[in-house]
């Protein structure tokens, strides 16, 4: 309630402004006025509240005390109907008491019994039956000779009778009036009072504020040296001072103004030798959006003279792409909000070339209205060359994916998809495929990406592509140029057929092994930077594809090697298996018959000597069977001849003893001057040899087998050759378990640990030609 | 604002209660129009006014109702009666004992209390001072009374009025005494040497002052034939002075009094009676005997000294001042016989 009022009074006041006075003076005064008018007229209220509650209530005790007492004395009365008592008592009251208007009282049984002379007045009746049976505060009557309380008593409770008295309260009217019109008096002198002596101090308090106006006046005009030499301690002192220092700052805030000023200038004019564009766009009225000020840098980006962008509404040179961000930024500036800044837009010159733009803005006030501070720096070179680095950043990061799958030793279709992955995500596109050639040239889909469609779609090699591998060149297919290419009839896995592709060749040391083709759903220019890369890649993957292919031989060598050495091993274990059953058997048992023998000639000596030569000479022959038996078992071993004679002699004995007895003619072409060669060489030789006589021996049927040996120069060449049945030396090598198989394989790797080659060439019924030829080394000489 | 202060007043005037904010707001405005600004400016006006009536002289007059009335207007010149008022349905009248004024406070603080606990409404009747409550009890003109024995016997007697509660005096006991005293210098020394006395007795229908002593002379013998001479002052307290004063060489008085008196030496006793039942409420012809049994119960449940205490006017004084207990009309054979000897139920 009090905020409201406060807030009205507030608003009167604003509203009476115009029409108070205006001089200090004249307000002080009539504000003294009005405050000692109000002290009257609140004391006025004041006093006539106590004044009145005191009255009232002195008035009200002496109406009860009387009701009362006149009750008490009429009760028996009343009981007894006794109407000549009441009616004297009544006139007592009346008579004996002062300011008592008017005494009526009633019984159970009587009329009322009253004072008025000339009858009851009827309106008296309403203020029957009292409503209490003490008199109370009475009931206050406006009457025609002024207010009445009237105070009703029932002196009998429980009977209908009451006693009545008016009182009339015109004694506190009148007294209250006395009292008013002194205190309004006594505020009127005050008044007038506080009015002179109010005149009087606000002309002399105002004095020093009339001179201080003075010199506000005058530092308004410019005199900014302008000081008021007054003592502190008082307001206006205190004003003064105050009004001193503000001046020494103003003064102050101007000569830091004018360096800003000037360092400002000085900030544009660098900022435009620089480069930096800086333009100036009205942020408001009708004007809003429009150049105000641009510096030369700025005009020269948007390839204008600055005179000619003035006027002109910024969006204007901006690429329509970069209006929408524009506005935003702007927006942010106004919002305050910089987490934007700087911004890049793009800019289109007056040639139409497009500019990278690297801005930021502030809002500024510029000859008096809002305006956007446009800073601007061409970034489109260095944009460029940004997009060149992520460009080669991309292809090397590609190549170097590709590195990454090709170098591992993985089988080549893992190899192919891997790579194909790595080329499509540098290249950013979703579809691509690889075709690699078989051993017998026909083209074989090895990987794809991105295909919904298999092979089926493509007519390699007889599409454009083709052309790819016959002349080793990339190429960029336009499916939809009618060249004949189907592979827009190959969908992409989002269904939408394949409109472009660009083909490269995959090469391995000069080979052409397959295309690599990576394709697009749209028309789009692969440009050179991609086919090169694409060609990179090709390159690796033909290189990853060789090795593939060489670690698969390896892979296949290696295999054999076990196998072989297995073979070995188990051969090793046959030959052992086959001497411990010849010593048994033969040896041995010669052996064992010797002792039988050794045991019968000490029994011949003791019993009949006569028998022991014969015995002795028995034994002879048998020790020397068993010494031929011994020796023949040696040789199989390993002929001593080839380390006492040499190689020559070596194949001629074996040759002779494993063929000729089996009537096959052997015709040696060994010269026996032959030299001796490592003990390796010679070996390796002669168990080629040595396995190549026993085949034609076992198999081939043979009527004549040719054997030449020649040491020329840094090799030693060996050539075995028979006329038998010959045989498939693919299919002897590829059949497992087989002897024959197992002893080429033999052959060929005694030659290639040496670093020789084995030749082998046979077929059925042609018989079979066989050639090893060793490379001698300085020490194998 | 004198202006103003007659429009309150006015308006007070009608509603007969203190003003409200929406009352003045209603005078002024008598349209009812709901507009949010007219309201603004009604709450802003009250203020104001508030503030003005507060500090003006007649502001703190202004607040206080009145009424308005013309004193030399509209004059009634013949007899006027109060408006009648609405009054109770069984009427209750009484024995005077004391000022007409007490009695009434008294009996009528009864029925206040009669009525909180039934829910019935009662009026006291005066019986007239040159009437009879036997007359009125009899007649119909009351329904119950508050009387002595003696009253009760006439009632009975005349109208087969039934008695339902009689009194305990301050003891707790529901009998009384009637004592025959002398002055304190008298040479009796027994009710036998009244024989050829002079002799006062209180009202003719007092059963302490008149009946009990009449039994007591009886009893010893004595017939108002043997006194010099006997008269009827009307009240115990007159009997007493008229003894105290030597007029009378003995006077019938109430036990109570009597003792009080011989304590202070102004009196001598010089017999007490038996204690005969003690004065009670009776039920006339007219009561319904189902009003007669709420109002018996009622009464038996009166605890004048504890809870109803607040309630009654000086109970104390009265002849039951402990309240009440069931009455039956076998009690009082000794005394109906004495009275119709005495010719106290005559005719």
């Known amino acids: ?781 | 604002m004198a202006g103003l202060t007659s429009t309150l007043s006015r308006t007070w005037t009608l509603t007969n209660q203190r003003p409200t904010r929406s009352d003045i707001g209603f005078l002024h405005w008598t349209e009812h129009t709901k507009h949010s600004k007219i309201h603004h400016v009604i709450r802003r006006l009250w203020l104001l006014l508030s503030i003005l009536a507060l500090l003006s002289p007649l502001g703190a007059c202004a607040r206080e109702p009145t009424t308005s009335v013309h004193l030399s207007e509209n004059l009634l010149t013949e007899v006027v009666w109060p408006p009648v008022r609405e009054d109770g349905v069984w009427a209750f009248g009484f024995d005077r004992r004391l000022e007409p004024k007490e009695d009434v406070r008294m009996n009528a603080s009864l029925l206040n209390w009669l009525e909180a606990r039934t829910g019935l409404t009662y009026r006291l009747y005066v019986t007239p001072r040159d009437g009879n409550v036997v007359d009125d009890l009899c007649s119909g003109r009351v329904h119950f009374a508050i009387v002595g024995t003696v009253s009760y016997l006439q009632a009975y007697h005349r109208c087969g009025a039934r008695i339902l509660v009689r009194g305990l005096n301050a003891e707790g006991e529901d009998t009384y005494r009637a004592a025959i005293v002398v002055p304190p210098a008298s040479e009796l020394r027994t009710i036998a040497d009244l024989r050829g006395r002079t002799f006062a007795f209180g009202a003719p229908n007092s059963t302490q002052g008149h009946l009990i002593p009449r039994l007591m002379l009886q009893q010893a013998g004595l017939t108002l034939a043997d006194l010099r001479a006997y008269t009827y002052t009307g009240s115990h307290a007159a009997t007493a002075n008229a003894v105290t004063s030597g007029r009378f060489d003995a006077g019938g008085l109430q036990d109570t009094l009597a003792s009080d008196l011989a304590a202070r030496g102004l009196v001598r006793i010089l017999a007490l009676s038996e204690p005969y039942p003690s004065s009670g409420i009776v039920a006339g012809p007219a009561a319904p005997a189902k009003t007669v049994a709420i109002v018996q119960q009622a009464l038996l449940a009166l605890d004048p000294t504890g809870t109803d205490a607040a309630a009654l006017y000086h109970w104390e004084r009265s002849e039951m001042p402990r309240g009440f207990v069931l009455a039956r009309d076998a009690d009082y054979e000794d005394l109906r016989r004495i009275a119709r000897d005495v010719g106290l139920l005559e005719p």
């Not at chain 1, 009429?74 to 009251?93: C, I, K, P």
């Not at chain 1, 052996?591 to 011949?604: D, E, I, P």
Request: proline share 4%.
């Open chain 1, 1 to 781: 309630m009090v905020g409201l009022g406060l807030s009205w009074a507030g608003k009167i006041l604003r509203r009476m402004e115009r029409w108070l006075p205006r001089r200090l003076t004249t307000r002080v005064t009539l504000a003294v006025m009005v405050i000692v008018v109000a002290a009257g007229f609140i004391t006025t209220g004041a006093i006539n509240q106590v004044l009145l509650q005191n009255l009232r209530a002195e008035s009200i005790t002496s109406g009860q005390t009387l009701t009362l007492a006149l009750g008490e004395s009429l009760a028996n009365a009343l009981v007894e109907g006794d109407l000549a008592a009441v009616q004297e008592a009544v006139n007592a009251a009346v008579r004996r008491n002062q300011g008592v208007v008017y005494a009526f009282a009633f019984g159970p049984d009587t009329p009322i019994i009253h004072t008025f002379p000339d009858g009851f007045p009827a309106d008296l009746l309403q203020v029957l039956p009292a409503d209490r049976e003490q008199p109370g505060e009475g009931l206050l009557l406006r009457t025609e000779y002024g207010l009445v309380r009237d105070f009703g008593y029932r002196p009998l409770n429980g009977l209908p009778a009451e006693v009545h008295l008016g009182i009339s309260q015109a004694r506190i009217v009148a007294v209250q009036r006395q009292v008013t019109g002194f205190v309004l008096a006594l505020t009127a002198v005050g008044c007038l009072l506080a009015a002179a002596v109010a005149y009087g101090f606000s002309r002399l308090a105002t004095y020093p504020l009339v001179e201080l106006t003075r010199r506000v006046q005058r530092l308004g005009r410019g005199h900014l040296d302008e000081r008021i030499d007054l003592p502190p301690g008082d307001e206006v002192g205190d004003l003064a001072a105050a009004f001193n220092q503000m001046a020494s700052d103003i003064q102050t805030a101007i000569q830091q103004l004018q360096v800003s000023e000037a360092g400002y200038r000085d900030l544009l004019t660098a900022a435009g030798t620089v480069g930096e564009g800086i333009a100036l766009i009205c942020d408001e009225g009708p004007d809003e959006g429009t150049f105000l000020f641009v510096n030369r840098a700025f005009a020269r980006l948007a390839g204008f003279e600055p005179a000619e962008l003035l006027g002109a509404n910024a969006a204007s040179i901006l690429h329509p792409d970069s209006l929408a961000a524009a506005r935003a930024a702007w927006q942010a500036i106004r919002s305050g909000d910089r987490a934007e800044m700087p911004g890049e837009f793009t800019m289109v010159d007056r040639h139409g070339r497009t500019r990278i733009l690297e801005t930021t803005g502030t809002l500024v006030e510029y000859q008096g209205r809002r305006a956007l501070a446009w800073f601007t720096r061409d970034v489109t070179q260095r944009k460029a060359r940004e997009e060149e680095l992520r460009r080669r950043n991309r292809e090397l990061t590609a190549l170097n994916a590709v590195a990454s799958a090709v170098g591992e030793p993985l089988p080549a279709d893992e190899i192919l998809k891997r790579a194909l992955h790595q080329i499509l995500s540098a290249l950013d596109l979703t579809a691509g495929w690889i075709f690699v050639l078989t051993e017998n040239g026909q083209p074989h889909l090895a990987a794809s990406q991105g295909l919904a469609a298999r092979s089926e779609a493509f007519a390699f090699p007889e599409c454009p592509c083709g052309q790819v591998l016959r002349e080793n060149k990339p190429r960029i297919v336009d499916a939809t140029a009618g060249e004949g290419c189907l592979a827009q009839h190959a969908l992409d896995t989002s269904g939408q057929p394949l409109m472009c592709h660009a083909t490269v060749p995959v090469q391995a040391r000069g080979r052409t092994l397959g295309v690599l083709s990576v394709a697009a759903i749209s028309l789009r220019a692969f440009d050179a930077a991609e086919m090169n890369l694409l060609a990179a890649v090709g390159q690796q993957i033909g290189i990853a594809l060789e090795n593939a292919r060489l670690w698969e031989e390896l892979r296949q060598k290696e295999r054999v090697r076990s196998e072989l050495l297995a073979q070995v091993i188990r051969a090793q274990e046959e030959e052992r298996q086959r001497i411990a059953r010849e010593l048994h058997d033969g040896i041995g048992q010669s052996l064992n018959a010797l002792v039988f023998g050794l045991n019968a000639v000490s029994t011949a000596l003791s019993q009949a000597p006569d028998m022991a030569p014969e015995l002795l000479d028995r034994l002879r022959v048998s020790t020397s069977d068993t010494v031929k038996e011994l020796q023949e078992v040696i040789y199989d071993l390993r002929p001593s001849l080839l380390d006492d004679l040499g190689l020559c002699r070596a194949l001629r004995w074996y040759a002779e003893e494993r063929l000729q007895k089996r009537g096959i003619e052997v015709v040696l072409d060994v010269p026996e001057e032959t030299r001796r060669l490592s003990s390796e060489v010679e070996t390796a030789l002669f168990r080629i040899g040595q396995e190549a006589i026993t085949n034609i021996g076992k198999h081939a049927q043979a009527h004549e087998v040719h054997i030449r040996l020649r040491v020329e120069g840094r090799q030693a060449c060996m050539e075995i050759q028979d006329d038998g049945v010959g045989f498939n030396p693919g299919k002897a090598l590829a059949e497992d378990n087989s002897r024959r198989g197992w002893g080429l394989l033999g052959m060929q790797e005694r030659a290639a640990l040496l670093g020789g080659q084995f030749v082998i060439e046979s077929e059925p019924g042609r018989g079979t030609r066989l050639c090893v030829t060793l490379p001698l080394k300085e020490g194998n000489i």
